[in-house]
C-alpha cells in the first residue's frame, strides 16, 4: 500500500529555516507529481509547492515564491521542502501528497491521489 510519511515539523522564529521531508513508499511515482499543502487553523487546505517525479518541474504558490523550495531524490523517493524566511503566516499543518498529474496540475486544482498524515509547523512573531 502507498505510505507517505513527512518528517516532524516544528517552531521555529520568523524569519528562521526549516526542512520537511516525505518518504514515499508502496508503488512507482514515475508518472506522478508530489507536493506540498497545508492547513492553518480556521481555514481551507491550500497548495504550497509540487516538482514532477520523473524530470523535476517544479510549480509554487505565490505566497511562497522565493522562499520555499522543493526537491526530490529519486533514489530514495523522499521529497524535501526547505522554507526559508518564514513567517507567522506559514503556521499550518503541512501534508505530503502524490497525484498522478502534472505538479502545475496538482497546484491548480488541488490534486491528491495520496496524503500524509500532517506535520505541525509553527512559526513565532
Known amino acids: 500500500q502507498v505510505q507517505l510519511v513527512e518528517s516532524r515539523g516544528g517552531l521555529v522564529q520568523a524569519g528562521g529555516s526549516l526542512r520537511l521531508s516525505c518518504a514515499a513508499s508502496?508503488?512507482?511515482?514515475?508518472?506522478?507529481?508530489m507536493g506540498w499543502f497545508r492547513q492553518a487553523p480556521g481555514k481551507d487546505r491550500e497548495f504550497v509547492a509540487a516538482?514532477?517525479?520523473?524530470?523535476?518541474?517544479?510549480y509554487y504558490a505565490d505566497s511562497v515564491k522565493g522562499r520555499f523550495t522543493i526537491s526530490r531524490d529519486n533514489a530514495e523517493n523522499t521529497m524535501y521542502l526547505q522554507m526559508n524566511s518564514l513567517k507567522p503566516e506559514d503556521t499550518a499543518v503541512y501534508y505530503c501528497?502524490?497525484?498522478?498529474?502534472?505538479?502545475?496540475?496538482?497546484?491548480?486544482?488541488?490534486?491528491?491521489?495520496?496524503w500524509g498524515q500532517g506535520t505541525q509547523v509553527t512559526v513565532s512573531s
Open positions: 508502496g508503488r512507482s511515482f514515475s508518472n506522478y507529481a
Open positions: 501528497a502524490a497525484a498522478q498529474a502534472t505538479a502545475q496540475a496538482m497546484g491548480r486544482i488541488g490534486l491528491g491521489n495520496y
Open positions: 516538482i514532477n517525479w520523473s524530470d523535476g518541474n517544479t
